[in-house]
C-alpha cells in the first residue's frame, strides 16, 4: 500500500496557489495532515480522492495512476468531506442500501449483511430506521464512516472529521479510524494536534499548499529533544520575550501570568527551564519557520 | 432597520447580472413584438380604417397579456429569491439573531424585490415604445404616442399583477421556505385562470369571470369586447367598474396571504412542514462506551462488469422516480392538471356551439395536448431537480467517489424522466375513461388510449427530456435551467422562422401533424411524423452525449475548467456514440429535406401556389373573356382503389356552345396533382400546351357554331403514393373525391387578391369589388352551370360502398371489386363528388322518395336524428317551396381528415365525420340537436341552391345560405318549439355582432354581402328572414318565397340576385312595414331598446295593474360602424340626452310572469323615443320586456327586459 504525489500544483482562479509543487509518499498505516485552516489540505485530500483535477503532478496508488483511472481509485476508496448532508427524509438503512448498490455490491443478501455490520462497527444499528437528515453531528460523522466502509477500502481520505464532535465521540470515531488503519492507508486532516498524536504511524505538516514537515510523531518529538524551553511571565513581558526569542505558543494560567514555550538549541536567560518536546511544538516550530 | 434592509437588498439586485439580463431581455422581446405588429420585418399592408392599428390603448394591453406569463415565471427568483436566499446560504440562522424585527425583515425583503421587479417589467413599456420607433415600421399603423395609454396598462395591469403575484409567490416561499414552491403557485394561479375561462367561458358569466380573473384580462374584455374597430383603434380602454372590482379584489386576496403568513412567520431554524404522524417523543441517550471494537467486514464480492452498471441504471431510476412522485410539487401539479384535464373532458360549458361525443379521438385532442403541457414542465423541472439533486443536499461527494461511470447516473435520471412521463401519460388514459364514464359513454377503445399516448406522443417527451437533461446539465442552476427551457419550447419555433428556416427539420421537436379518424386511423400520415419523432430523438441522443461531456464529477471551479473537462471527455465510446447519432441525425435530416425541397422528381415539391397563380394570371390571363362552349353532358368511369390509394378515371364531358358566336378555339386548365390526358377526338389541334401551369389550348377545325356541341375525352389518374407525398384524396377507407380532379373548359379564376402581394409581382391593381346585383351587365355566373346528362361508373374495392349522384342504377361484382353505375333523371349542378368507403346504411321512405344515411359503423349515434332532420326538412321545403326534384336523397360520411363541414350536391349532402359525432343533449335547451339542424339545412339547399342559379354578384349567398338558415330555424321550432328557436336565434345575433367586431373591411348591407361574409349570410340572414316571417307571418312570407322559386325555378338561360328574391318579399309586405326591408336588408340598422321604468300594483279584482315606461331608439352605422341617427332627408328624432331616426316602427311589448309565461305579448306602433304604455294583466308580472324575443337587431339585448320593481 504506497500513495504516491509527485509535484502536484494547483491554482484556483481566483490566484491562490492551494498545492504548491507538493511531493509526499504515503505508506500503510495512519497518516495524519496536520495544519492550519487554508493550508491545501482540503484540496489535496479532494485531488486525491479523484473529486478535483490538479493543474499538474502526479498521483499513484498501488500502481493506479489515480489522476488517469479514477474509476480503479474509485472502488478501492473510502471518503469522508469536511461536510455532507443526505437526502432528506430517507433513513441510514436506505441510504446506505444505496451507497452499497453504487459501490458495487451486486448481491442483496451481501449487501444486507455489510450493511449490518457498518452499522453495527459504528454503533447505529439501533438507529438505523431514523432519517439520517435528523442525525447528531457525532452520529454524523459515523454513518459517514459507515457508508465509506462499505467497499472495504484501501485508500481512506477523511477530512477534518473530529471538529465538533464531543471527547466521547471523536474518541469513538478516532478508534474506529485506527481499526481500519491497520490494514490500509488512511489519511485524515485535522488542525487538532492531538488527533495525530495519538493515532497516527506517519505525519505531515502542511501549510501554504507545501509539506513543510513529513515525519513520524515520534521523530518529530525526538528531534527537537532539549531544544524546548519554558518559562512564567507577565503578561506584560511577553512582546519583549517574542522579539528577543522563537516563542512558539503562550497559554495563560489561573493567575494571569503566562507560560511561555521558546525553541533554543541553548537555555535562553534565566529562568527557563528545559520542558519536554509536544507535537504541538513541531507542528508551531514548522509554521514559524516557513513564515 | 427597515431602510438598512431595503437598501442592502436593492443593491444586492442590482449587483446581480440577472436583473438586467431579465430587463434586457424583456424590453428587447417586447420591442421585437411591438416591431412585429407594426410590420417592421414584414412587408407593409394596406391600411384601411377598419385595420386593427399596432400601438393602441387595447393593444397594449394585449401584448403585456402575451408577457404576464413570461413575467409570472420570474416572480419565483426575484420574489421568492429575496426570501430564499438565506435559507439557502444558511444565513438565516446568523440574520435571525440580529437585532430587527420580522416587520422590518419581510417588509424589507417584499418592498425591495417589488422596486426590482417593478423596474425589470418597465422593460417592457420601454420595448414597446421602441418597438414604435424601428425604422422599418408601417407608420400608417401607429397612432401618436399616448403616455397615458402606456401608464395605463404599466399601473393598471402589469405592475398590480407583478405586486399581487409578487405578494402571493413572496409568502409562500417565506413560510415554506421552498423557492419551487413559488413556482408551482404561478402555475397553479395560470391553470386558476384558464379553468375560470372555461368554467365562466359561456355568455351570461362574463361578469364573474371578469370579477376572478387573477391577472384581470377578462375585466378588459367585459368593456371592449362590444367595441367597434374604431373604437379600439381610437379609445382608452376605461378604467371603471369591474376592473377596479377586480384588481380591488386580488390585491385583498394577496393582502390575506401576506398577513396570513406574516402571522404566522417566525425566526425559527426549521421551515414548516407537517406530517400526518404524530410525533412520538422518546429519550435517547447515547452509548458511549466501550468503544474499541475490532473491524471485521464481511466477505462480499464486488461487481463492476457493464451488466451490473445497467442494473444499477434500472436501480437508480427507480429511486429517482420515487423521488419524483412524492415531491408535493410533482402531486400538484398532477392534481391541477387532471382536474383540468377533467373538465375540458366534460367540456363544462359549450357556449352555444356544439359539443363533441366524447370518443377517444376527442379525448386524445385537447384535454391530452393541455396535459402534454404539464408533462412538459414537469419534465423541465425534475431533470433539473434530479441533476441537482445531490448538490442540494451536499450528498454529491459522496456519491461522486463511487466507482459508478457518468453515464450510469445520467441514464438512470434519463430512464427516471422517461418513467415519469409514462405515469402521467396513464393519467391522460384515466382521465379519458373517467370523462367517457361519467358522460354514459362506453365505447372505450384502450388499443386507441395506449397505441396514441405510448407509440405516437411519448417520443415527442423523450426528445424533450433529452434536451432538458442537456440544459440542466450544463446550467448548474435548475431554476434557471427551467427558465431557458420554457423560452425554448417557444423560441425552437420562432427563431428558426425569424432566419426563413421554416422546415420542420430545423425546429426542435416539431413534426408535420398527422391525421386521424375513426373511419381511416391515421391514413398514411403516421409514417412521416414517426420519422421526425425518430430524427428528432437522434437529435436528444445527440443531447444525451452532450450532457454526459458536461456531466459535473466533483467540483470543478469555473466554466472554463469545466469546458477543459468536456474536451478531454470527448473520446472512445462517448465520442462514437455522439458521432454516430450526430451522422444519423444530419442525414436524416438531410434525407427529409432532400425529399422535400431538393429532389425534382416529384413536381408539387416545391409548388408555390402564390408563384403559379401570379404566372397564371400572367400568362393566360388574357383568356379571361375568351367565350367557351358550356358543359352540357358528364358521362364518368371511376375506379378506386383504396388498399393503394390509387385512382383512375375516365369520361367524356360534352360541351355546348350556348354564346351568341361560333367558337374556334378551346382552353382547357386542368389538375395540378392529378395527371390527365384530354383530346376532342379529331375535332381539334392542340396549339399550345403549358405543362407547369396545366393548359391546353385548341383550335377546332372546324368552328362550334352556336348550338352546337363539342365533346372531351379525359384520362385522370393519380400521382404514384409515397411514404413522404400523398397524392389525390383516395383513402384506405373513406375517400372524397371532388370534380376539381377533372379538366375543365376556360381560364383558371385563382387570381392573388392581396393588393400588397399583387404589386411585389408587378400585377396590374385589381379591380376587387365584386359586382352589384343591380349591374344588368353581372348577371351571369361563369363557374355554375346546369348539366343535363350525369352519368357515372364507380368501382372500388369489393368491402366498400361507391357513391356519385343520381340513383343507383346497376351494382355489380367483376375481378373481385364492386362496381356502382349511377345516373341523374334532371338536370343538376356541375358540381359533384365520389364517394368510398366501408359504409353502413340505414334507409327509410318519405313519400315515396329514398332517404339513406350511409355511415361509419361505429357512428350510429345521430342518424336518427339525421334522418328526422331530412324528413322534416323535405317535408316543410315541398309543402311551402313546391316539389323536391329528385327521387331519393343522401347523406354521405367523410373521414374528418378532409375538415369539419357539411355540404351539399344533387340529391347528396356529405356531412363530417364530425356531425355524426356531436353530442347532442336533449335536456339542455342550449345545446341545439345540430345533426338535425344540419341535415334541414343541407336538404334546404336543394331548393335553395339547386334550382337556381346565382349571378355572380354581391349578396348572392342570401338566396342560399340565409335561406337555409331559415328554413333549418323553422324545421328546429317543427320539432323542438319556440323556445329553442329563439335559443338559436339570440345564439345568431350574437355571432352576428361578434362577426361585425372581427371584419376587417366593411360590413355591408343584407343585400349586398359578400361571399366570404359568413356572419352575414348565415347570422344576420337568419335573424331578419325570421323576423320578416315573424312580422309577415309564415304563411305569407313562405307565399312570397314560393312566388319567388316559381319564377327561377331551373331557369335555362338567366341568373338570379339577392334583389330579385327581395323584390317578392317586398310586395309580400303592407306599406305599413315597408321599413323593416329597408333596416333589414338595404341598410344596416340596428336598434337599442331599454325599459327604463316598470310600476305595478295589484288592483281590487285580483289583476295587475302594469306601467312600463320604455325607450326606443333605431340608427344607421355605415360599413366602419360609425353610428348615424339621421335619415336620408337629414332627420332625427330626440329625448333628453337620446337619439334616433325618425320611427314609426311595430314593435312587441311582452308581460311575464315568474315562470316566464306569456301574460301579454302585442305588437304596438311606436313614433318617439320614451314611451310609456298601461296594461291590466291577469296574473302576478315578474318581467316586462320590449321586443323581449329580440326579433329586432339590438345592439344590447340585456335591457330589453326588466324585473318588476314592488
Given amino acids: 500500500m504506497n500513495l504516491t504525489i509527485s509535484n502536484l500544483t494547483k491554482v484556483y482562479p481566483n490566484g491562490v496557489k492551494a498545492v504548491d509543487n507538493l511531493n509526499l509518499e504515503i505508506g500503510t498505516g495512519m497518516f495524519g495532515l496536520l495544519g492550519p485552516n487554508g493550508a491545501g489540505k482540503s484540496t489535496l485530500m479532494r485531488t486525491i480522492a479523484t473529486l478535483q483535477n490538479p493543474d499538474s503532478g502526479s498521483i499513484t496508488f498501488n500502481g493506479i495512476n489515480v489522476l488517469e483511472d479514477q474509476m480503479s481509485l474509485r472502488k478501492v476508496l473510502g471518503y469522508l468531506p469536511q461536510s455532507f448532508g443526505m437526502y432528506p427524509k430517507v433513513s441510514a438503512e436506505d441510504l446506505l442500501e444505496y451507497f452499497a448498490t453504487l459501490k458495487g455490491i451486486a448481491s442483496k443478501s451481501e449487501r444486507k449483511a455489510m450493511i449490518k455490520e457498518v452499522l453495527e462497527i459504528t454503533n447505529l444499528y439501533e438507529v438505523r430506521k431514523k432519517s439520517v437528515s435528523g442525525y447528531s453531528g457525532g452520529m454524523k460523522q459515523r454513518f459517514g464512516i459507515a457508508q465509506l466502509l462499505l467497499n472495504q477500502p484501501q485508500l481512506i481520505i477523511v477530512d477534518e472529521p473530529t471538529a465538533g464532535l464531543d471527547p466521547a465521540e471523536r474518541n469513538r470515531f478516532l478508534n474506529i479510524l485506527r481499526e481500519i488503519g491497520t490494514h490500509n492507508t488512511v489519511i485524515f486532516s485535522t488542525h487538532i494536534v492531538e488527533d495525530v498524536k495519538e493515532l497516527c504511524n506517519e505525519m505531515a505538516i502542511m501549510n501554504g499548499g507545501r509539506v513543510l514537515k513529513h515525519t513520524t510523531p515520534k521523530d518529530a518529538t525526538n528531534e527537537i529533544q532539549g531544544e524546548i524551553w519554558t518559562k512564567k511571565i507577565a503578561r506584560e513581558e511577553l512582546e519583549k520575550m517574542e522579539s528577543k526569542h522563537q516563542v512558539l505558543s503562550s497559554n495563560y494560567n489561573q493567575d494571569h501570568s503566562l507560560n511561555i514555550r521558546v525553541h533554543a538549541l541553548e537555555r535562553p536567560e534565566e529562568g527557563f527551564v528545559l520542558a519536554e518536546p509536544q507535537l504541538e511544538d513541531v507542528y508551531f516550530l514548522a509554521l514559524q519557520s516557513d513564515n | ?1206
Wanted: glycine share 6%.
Fill in chain 2, 1 to 1206: 432597520m427597515f431602510t438598512t434592509i431595503l437598501k442592502y437588498e436593492i443593491r444586492h439586485w442590482l449587483k446581480q447580472p440577472m436583473t438586467y439580463i431579465f430587463f434586457f431581455t424583456l424590453l428587447l422581446l417586447a420591442a421585437v413584438s411591438m416591431g412585429g405588429i407594426a410590420e417592421a420585418f414584414d412587408e407593409h399592408s394596406e391600411v384601411e380604417s377598419t385595420t386593427m392599428l399596432a400601438n393602441t390603448s387595447w393593444r397594449l394591453i394585449e401584448v403585456i397579456r402575451i408577457f404576464t406569463n413570461l413575467i409570472l415565471l420570474l416572480l419565483p427568483i426575484i420574489f421568492g429569491g429575496s426570501v430564499f436566499r438565506d435559507y439557502k446560504n444558511n444565513v438565516h440562522t446568523v440574520l435571525y439573531s440580529y437585532p430587527f424585527g420580522k416587520k422590518d425583515y419581510l417588509l424589507a425583503k417584499y418592498f425591495s424585490a417589488a422596486l426590482v421587479m417593478s423596474l425589470i417589467v418597465l422593460g417592457v413599456m420601454i420595448g414597446i415604445f421602441l418597438g414604435t420607433k424601428i425604422p422599418t415600421v408601417n407608420q400608417a399603423l401607429l397612432v401618436p404616442f399616448k403616455l397615458t395609454a402606456y401608464l395605463q396598462t404599466y399601473f393598471v395591469y402589469l405592475l398590480p399583477n407583478v405586486l399581487l403575484v409578487g405578494a402571493i409567490v413572496f409568502s409562500l416561499v417565506a413560510y415554506t421556505r421552498n423557492i419551487y414552491s413559488g413556482f408551482v403557485i404561478v402555475l397553479l394561479l395560470l391553470a386558476l385562470q384558464a379553468i375560470l375561462n372555461a368554467v365562466l367561458g359561456g355568455m351570461d358569466n362574463r361578469f364573474w369571470a371578469a370579477i376572478f380573473d387573477p391577472l384581470g384580462q377578462n375585466a378588459n374584455y367585459f368593456y371592449i369586447r362590444n367595441w367597434a374597430k374604431t373604437d379600439l383603434n381610437t379609445q382608452l380602454v376605461p378604467v371603471k367598474g369591474v376592473v377596479i372590482y377586480n384588481r380591488l379584489l386580488w390585491m385583498g386576496i394577496a393582502s390575506v396571504l401576506f398577513g396570513l403568513m406574516y402571522r404566522s412567520f417566525s425566526f425559527s431554524q426549521n421551515a414548516f412542514s407537517f406530517s400526518f404522524k404524530e410525533p412520538v417523543g422518546e429519550r435517547f441517550v447515547k452509548n458511549n462506551f466501550g468503544s474499541i471494537i475490532k473491524v471485521n467486514l464481511p466477505k462480499v464480492n464486488f461487481d463492476f462488469s457493464f451488466f451490473q452498471q445497467l442494473k444499477t441504471t434500472w436501480t437508480l431510476s427507480n429511486l429517482d422516480l420515487k423521488y419524483i412522485v412524492k415531491n408535493w410539487m410533482f402531486i400538484s401539479l398532477v392534481v391541477a392538471g387532471s382536474a383540468f384535464v377533467l373538465l375540458k373532458g366534460l367540456q363544462i360549458d359549450p357556449a352555444f356551439g356544439y359539443k363533441m361525443l366524447p370518443m377517444t379521438s376527442v379525448m386524445l385532442q385537447l384535454p391530452a395536448i393541455l396535459f402534454s403541457g404539464a408533462i412538459l414542465v414537469l419534465t423541465f423541472l425534475f431533470a433539473g431537480m434530479l441533476v441537482q439533486r445531490d448538490r442540494m443536499v451536499e450528498m454529491n461527494q459522496l456519491v461522486d467517489v463511487t466507482p459508478v461511470p457518468n453515464w450510469v447516473f445520467l441514464f438512470s435520471k434519463f430512464l427516471a424522466l422517461v418513467k415519469m412521463q409514462m405515469f402521467l401519460l396513464v393519467f391522460i388514459f384515466l382521465g379519458g375513461m373517467i370523462v367517457q364514464t361519467i358522460l354514459g359513454f362506453h365505447h372505450y377503445e384502450i388499443g386507441n388510449y395506449l397505441f396514441r399516448l405510448y407509440v405516437v406522443m411519448l417520443p415527442s417527451f423523450i426528445a424533450w427530456a433529452m434536451a432538458s437533461l442537456f440544459v440542466q446539465t450544463v446550467f448548474t442552476n435548475a431554476y434557471l435551467g427551467l427558465f431557458i427551457l420554457l423560452l425554448s419550447t417557444a423560441g425552437a419555433t420562432l427563431v428558426p422562422d425569424q432566419f426563413g428556416m421554416e422546415h420542420d427539420i430545423f425546429k426542435f421537436n416539431s413534426a408535420p401533424s398527422f391525421t386521424y379518424s375513426d373511419m381511416d386511423g391515421y391514413g398514411g400520415t403516421l409514417g412521416v411524423h414517426m420519422l421526425f419523432r425518430f430524427y428528432w430523438n437522434l437529435f436528444g441522443g445527440v443531447l444525451l452525449c452532450g450532457a454526459l461531456l458536461f456531466w459535473v464529477r466533483g467540483i470543478p471551479y469555473s466554466f472554463k475548467e469545466r469546458l477543459g473537462i468536456v474536451f478531454s471527455r470527448f473520446k472512445g465510446r462517448v465520442a462514437l456514440v455522439m458521432s454516430v447519432l450526430l451522422i444519423g441525425f444530419l442525414s436524416v435530416g438531410f434525407g427529409i429535406y432532400y425529399q422535400d425541397k431538393l429532389s425534382g422528381g416529384d413536381p408539387l415539391v416545391n409548388f408555390n401556389l402564390e408563384k403559379v397563380s401570379v404566372e397564371n394570371e400572367l400568362k393566360f390571363g388574357k383568356f379571361k373573356n375568351l367565350a367557351q362552349p358550356e358543359i352540357e353532358a358528364i358521362n364518368i368511369h371511376l375506379d378506386i382503389f383504396p388498399a393503394t390509394r390509387d385512382f383512375r378515371a375516365k369520361g367524356k364531358f360534352t360541351y355546348i356552345n350556348k354564346t351568341k358566336k361560333p367558337i374556334d378555339t378551346l382552353l382547357v386548365h386542368y389538375s395540378f396533382d392529378e395527371l390527365t390526358k384530354f383530346d376532342f377526338g379529331n375535332a381539334s389541334d392542340l396549339i399550345l400546351k403549358d405543362t407547369v401551369l396545366r393548359y391546353g389550348l385548341h383550335r377546332l377545325k372546324k368552328t362550334l357554331a352556336v348550338g352546337d356541341s363539342v365533346l372531351m375525352n379525359f384520362e385522370v389518374w393519380n400521382r404514384p403514393q409515397t411514404f413522404f407525398h400523398h397524392h389525390s384524396d383516395i383513402l384506405a377507407n373513406g375517400t372524397f373525391l371532388w370534380n376539381s380532379i377533372f379538366p375543365r373548359i376556360g381560364y383558371r379564376n385563382a387570381e392573388l387578391g392581396n393588393a400588397g402581394k399583387r404589386k411585389k409581382y408587378g400585377l396590374p391593381e385589381q379591380d376587387s369589388s365584386v359586382r352589384f346585383p343591380s349591374d344588368s351587365s353581372a348577371l351571369k355566373n361563369e363557374n355554375v352551370h346546369w348539366v343535363h346528362r350525369f352519368e357515372a361508373t364507380v368501382s372500388t374495392s369489393k368491402d366498400q360502398i361507391a357513391i356519385a349522384p343520381g340513383y343507383l342504377q346497376k351494382e355489380w361484382m367483376e375481378n373481385d371489386r364492386r362496381f356502382f353505375h349511377y345516373k341523374m333523371d334532371t338536370k343538376i349542378k356541375n358540381a359533384f363528388a365520389f364517394n368510398s368507403a366501408r359504409y353502413e346504411m340505414m334507409e327509410e321512405e318519405w313519400e315515396g322518395k329514398s332517404l339513406q344515411i350511409f355511415y361509419h359503423k361505429d357512428h350510429a349515434y345521430n342518424i336518427d336524428r339525421m334522418m328526422k332532420g331530412l324528413k322534416n326538412a323535405f317535408a316543410y321545403c315541398s309543402e311551402n317551396f313546391g316539389a323536391y326534384q329528385h327521387e331519393q336523397a343522401r347523406i354521405i360520411e367523410f373521414p374528418i381528415i378532409y375538415g369539419e363541414f357539411n355540404t351539399v350536391f344533387a340529391n347528396s349532402v356529405p356531412f363530417s365525420e364530425g356531425t355524426f359525432l356531436v353530442d347532442v343533449d336533449d335536456e339542455d335547451i342550449e345545446v341545439i340537436d345540430f345533426p338535425y339542424k344540419v341535415a334541414a339545412h343541407e336538404v334546404a339547399h336543394q331548393w335553395w341552391g339547386h334550382q337556381f342559379i346565382k349571378a355572380d354578384v354581391r349578396g348572392k349567398s342570401m338566396l342560399t345560405e340565409s335561406m337555409a338558415e331559415y328554413v333549418s330555424a323553422q324545421v328546429l321550432e317543427m320539432e323542438y318549439g319556440i323556445e329553442t328557436k329563439r335559443q338559436y336565434l339570440k345564439y345568431s345575433m350574437e355571432s352576428y355582432f361578434n362577426g361585425q367586431r372581427r371584419e376587417s373591411k366593411e360590413e355591408l348591407p343584407m343585400v349586398h354581402a359578400l361571399l366570404g361574409q359568413r356572419y352575414l349570410n348565415y347570422r344576420k340572414g337568419q335573424v331578419v328572414m325570421c323576423a320578416m316571417s315573424e312580422y309577415l307571418g309564415a304563411e305569407k312570407f313562405n307565399q312570397a318565397l314560393r312566388n319567388y322559386i316559381d319564377e327561377v325555378k331551373f331557369q335555362d338561360e338567366a341568373t338570379t340576385t339577392s334583389i330579385e328574391l327581395l323584390d317578392f318579399i317586398k310586395s309580400a309586405t303592407p306599406d305599413s312595414l315597408q321599413y323593416l326591408i329597408h333596416d333589414m336588408f338595404e341598410t344596416i340598422t340596428l336598434y337599442n331598446n331599454k325599459i327604463t321604468t316598470v310600476k305595478t300594483k295589484e288592483l281590487a279584482n285580483g289583476k295587475y295593474q302594469v306601467d312600463i315606461e320604455f325607450f326606443i331608439s333605431k340608427y344607421r352605422t355605415d360599413g366602419k360602424g360609425v353610428k348615424n341617427f339621421s335619415d336620408e332627408k337629414g332627420d332625427s328624432i330626440f329625448y333628453k340626452d337620446e337619439k334616433s331616426l325618425p320611427l314609426a316602427d311595430y314593435i312587441e311589448v311582452g308581460i311575464f310572469d315568474k315562470d316566464g309565461k306569456e301574460l301579454l305579448l302585442e305588437k304596438n306602433k311606436f313614433s318617439k323615443i320614451n314611451n310609456t304604455l298601461s296594461f291590466i294583466v291577469e296574473g302576478k308580472p315578474l318581467e316586462v320586456g320590449i321586443d323581449p324575443y329580440g326579433i329586432l337587431i339590438d345592439a344590447e339585448l340585456s335591457n330589453n327586459r326588466k324585473v318588476v320593481e314592488d
